[in-house]
């Protein structure tokens, strides 16, 4: 399989950003014979395209395309920016440019998950000309929303793991080793399943150690703690709008909980959902092959 990789110049307040993007199979942007690429917005904020390398499984009919959104991985880090800086707004319009620098312009289908997926409704509500079909999987239209059910999950934890949540969230201590141990417990009940955890999971987790400025800034020290700029993100009220063909993902264990789902699907007209009774937040790594066939099969109907 053909793997090209390479940044796209992004103008920035007077300077030249660098977004770094990987594509996986043949790009045939001039051929409107062709299955539309597949362009994959990673989640966080602040991971990397690492933990959705997966998704390349669907290079065998369609070009996938990764990249690490501004500040993470691979691309331009600013990690003296504060609040003011990283915006919703900011990635879109990376996105778009993205896009349109790729020449997929006329014909894309756009996966977002987890944070991506806010990113991906944002997007959409941009109107693109040349978005085809809309993948949100593991993610919410309110941000409010998903920490409210992260918190709901998190309350079923055992008693004596809330209880170091909890000390530390008051203390203003959560960069201590024993609150990172305790939130570990939630992810491995509700974001990733498996044991051990892939590479790809644990790198693309690795990266927001390195360098914390985006996930910090924007959601805060964990998944329930939310304290940062993007706390009182929604979409919920302007869901009508999005006119794509439109599938969600999610794993019966997610903390993208299946009322999320519902606000979603009620939201987006004829939009379509699908549960990984085996999954939590990642059903792309913890239920592979059914996620790639459910996946690849509803992309090829809307070619």
Known sequence: MDVDEGTV???????????????????????AEAPAPLLVLHGGPGATHAYLLSLTDLAGTRAVIHYDQLGNGRSTHYPDRGADFWTVDLFVRELHNLVAALGIAGRHD??????GGFLAQEYALTQPPGLRALVLADTAASFPDFVAEANRLRALLPPEVEETLRRHEDAGTTDDPEYAAACDVFYRRHVCRLDPWPDEV????????????VYHTMNGPSEFHVIGSIRDWQSKDRLGEIDVPTLLVSGRHDEATPALQKTLQDGIRGSEWVRFDDSSHLPHVEERERYMQVVGDWLAQHD
């Open 110 to 115: 756009v996966l977002g998950q987890s944070w």
């Open 9 to 31: 110049a992004f103008p920035l307040d007077g300077e030249e950003a660098q977004t770094w993007y990987r594509v996986t199979g043949e790009l045939r942007p001039g051929d």
């Open 202 to 213: 644990v790198e693309a987790f690795a990266w927001i150690e390195r360098d914390p400025t």
